[in-house]
RNA sequence: UCCGGCUUAGCUCAGCGGUAGAGCAAUCGGCUGUUAACCGAUUGGUCGCCUGUUCGAAUCAGGCAGCCGGAGCCA
């Protein structure tokens, strides 16, 4: 019983075959006289093999029915292809045909917007590009996890369903079994949680930070990859309700380690890529983001600039440009700085540290000034904020002294704090979001068509 | 959530007061070791929805919805 070969061992074969089974989906059919060619696609890569499918085939007048979208399986011999384009195809044998797609098949042999495949974004992952983008997500993912566990770091499993509603990183989804057309309440008005599922309010994590400090400082290195879900009304190219983030954690370590651990990720993952989905990289070089792989390679080879907030400031108040909020010490980075940073200034990713307290989280560590914090982004050009990190505050007077003035419950953090009261060290960690790292290596502007099935506001289908 | 734009054939769009068009796709036929093949023919639309202005609305005005882009929030 011959066993299926996958298209791209055939594509990359070092030499022909005398019998070979393909199975996969039809891409386009071109007749001539006495034979067909066929194109067959299986996803394993970008190329599809041409098969010749002559009209001794038993089934020829059927196999000439075969419509974009159909699906065969096909048992021939791997031949030279007289053809230019391609270096081998198959000589049909037989032709089993699956299904044929009706000619109401809504991929057609031409280029569709993206906004189009979103509608059947069910389909989408039979196109080049969406072919090619999912094969780089996961390849992407396996990067991370190679990278972590090169260096020794654990892989921990976070909650997804919390019932802390205060980890402070975004309005949350609520998770409840209550009749929500009968919902029990206490004689004071209130949701009456005691009959929830959980015996109290429980909501869909927006972070495995602070879950994943504790296991830092017990395993030591650890790192988190899950989904996270944010309840935020936003409607942008960069956000999504539900997405995939990377939080690793490092017990003993500080802000310049932290950076240097994001740096050194996010160039090893690139590099990563550009070695194992070069054929998708160029199809997005060519078609999504004209000289993509230069710019890649510019940050495999060169690194990211490194400068403190204040640095940060001062550049763009000296680079005469007209910022619509102008930079001053204190404020918010607006997307046109972080932009003009990364895009017009370095050229490249840049480090940002040393922010001051008032505009980050409680748990970023202060810094010995008393005004700045050990926080650090990430800025991107093209896409802005891709990582925010911080060495945390280990010191327990310090974070509870930080919860109480940003008028935080002290009884509602008493795990947390019990890691600053009990062995505390220094240690520091970041979050990644997944799908801004894919939208940097493949060029793809939207987090939408980063995602097999994307989530954002009033959009839930498929 | 705020600001702006768009919504016409299966897809991409033109038409912007006088009653519906093109390219591609699909279907049929022809031709050819073809390469998103090529040539010819055919099919296909209450012009997003509601209301108004007008002799007459795809076209002008108002409202609503959906989508897209920018901003905010952030990853």
């Not at 969406?130 to 260096?151: C, M, P, Q, T, W």
């Not at 929830?196 to 290195?221: I, R």
């Not at 909020?325 to 490249?348: N, S, V």
């Amino acid at each position: 019983m011959l066993k299926r070969t996958k298209i791209v061992s055939l594509i990359n074969a070092d030499q022909t075959i005398d019998q070979v089974l393909v199975k996969g989906w039809v891409r386009t059919r071109r007749d001539s006289k006495d034979f067909s060619f066929i194109e067959i696609n299986d996803g394993s890569c970008l190329k599809n093999i041409q098969v010749i499918a002559n009209n001794n085939l038993a089934n020829y007048e059927e196999v000439k029915k075969l419509t974009t979208g159909s699906s065969v399986a096909i048992t021939g011999a791997l031949v030279a292809s007289k053809g230019g384009n391609q270096k081998y195809e198959i000589v049909a044998q037989e032709i089993e045909i699956y299904s044929l797609a009706p000619d109401d098949y809504p991929l057609q042999k031409k280029k569709h917007t993206d906004e189009y495949l979103r509608t059947i974004a069910h389909l989408r992952p039979r196109t080049n590009k969406y072919g090619a983008a999912f094969r780089v997500r996961s390849e992407l993912s396996f990067a991370i996890h190679k990278f972590f566990n090169d260096r020794g770091f654990r892989y921990v499993h976070t909650p997804i369903i919390t019932g802390s509603d205060c980890e402070g990183a975004g309005e949350m989804f609520q998770v409840t079994t209550l009749d929500l057309n009968n919902i029990p309440k206490l004689p004071n008005g209130e949701v009456d949680y005691s009959q929830d599922f959980f015996g109290k309010a429980a909501h869909l994590t927006v972070s495995g930070q602070l879950n994943g400090e504790m296991y830092a400082l017990g395993l030591g290195d650890i790192y988190t990859f899950g989904p996270t879900f944010r309840a935020e009304n936003s409607n942008t190219t960069r956000h999504a309700a539900e997405f995939w983030m990377i939080e690793p954690e490092m017990a003993f370590a500080d802000i310049y380690d932290d950076m240097d651990l994001a740096e050194d990720m996010v160039r090893f993952c690139v590099k990563h890529v550009m070695d194992k989905c070069a054929d998708d990289l160029a199809l997005f070089d060519k078609f999504v983001e004209p000289g993509l792989i230069a710019k890649l390679q510019n940050i495999v080879d060169n690194g990211f600039a490194r400068i403190t907030y204040a640095e940060a400031i001062e550049i763009m108040q000296k680079s005469g440009h007209n910022f619509e909020y102008k930079p001053e010490f204190g404020i918010d980075m607006q997307t046109e700085h972080e932009r003009y940073l990364a895009e017009t200034h370095f050229k490249r990713p840049v480090i940002v540290r040393d922010y001051p307290k008032e505009i980050k989280a409680f748990y970023m560590r202060l810094n010995e000034d008393g005004r700045t914090v050990a926080a650090m982004d990430v800025l991107v050009p093209g896409i802005g904020e891709m990582i925010g990190g911080s060495q945390r505050e280990e010191r327990y007077d310090v974070l509870v002294q930080k919860i109480k003035e940003m008028g935080m419950k002290e009884e509602d953090y008493s795990w947390y704090l019990d890691s600053r009261k009990y062995g505390s060290v220094p240690h520091a960690g970041f979050g990644l979001g997944f799908e801004r790292m894919m939208m940097l290596v493949t060029g793809i502007a939207n987090i939408r068509d980063v995602i097999p099935f994307p989530r954002t506001p009033n959009s839930i289908n498929f």
